[in-house]
Nanobody, 125 residues
Framework: QVRLVESGGGLVQAGGSLRLSCAGS????????MGWFRQAPGKEREFVAA????????YYADSVTGRCAVSRDNAENTVYLQMNSLKPEDTAVYYC??????????????????WGQGTQVTVSS
């Protein structure tokens, strides 16, 4: 079992930055591909970013490319999502997720076995 806890969300003005963290417990995250997803009210959960276990490959949604950076510190059992130049349309609950094995693409929510409870990000205009 993997328990994931997100933190770092909050209220920020457009153009600002936030750094989200996802801490793992009960099992090391170092063997998992880690993903970040978000869900706005009335919308489906959408992919934001993902990083392989070795951090050798990173994936980003087109909507955040150039504004976000995903990273991980396996020694600290933590994954990060640095978000810059935030826009009101980035407002959502952000979730981290862990996948033991990606069979298709890390952009799909159904590839992930474990999910955190989410952290709210609100960007004001």
């Amino acid at each position: 079992q993997v328990r994931l806890v997100e933190s770092g969300g909050g209220l920020v003005q457009a153009g600002g930055s936030l750094r989200l963290s996802c801490a793992g417990s009960e099992r090391t995250l170092s063997v998992y591909t880690m993903g970040w997803f978000r869900q706005a009210p009335g919308k489906e959960r959408e992919f934001v970013a993902a990083i392989t276990w070795s951090a050798s490959t990173k994936y980003y949604a087109d909507s955040v490319t150039g504004r976000c950076a995903v990273s991980r510190d396996n020694a600290e059992n933590t994954v990060y999502l640095q978000m810059n130049s935030l826009k009101p349309e980035d407002t959502a609950v952000y979730y981290c997720a862990a996948s033991a094995s990606i069979s298709g693409t890390p952009r799909r929510p159904d590839e992930y076995n474990y999910w955190g409870q989410g952290t709210q990000v609100t960007v004001s205009s």
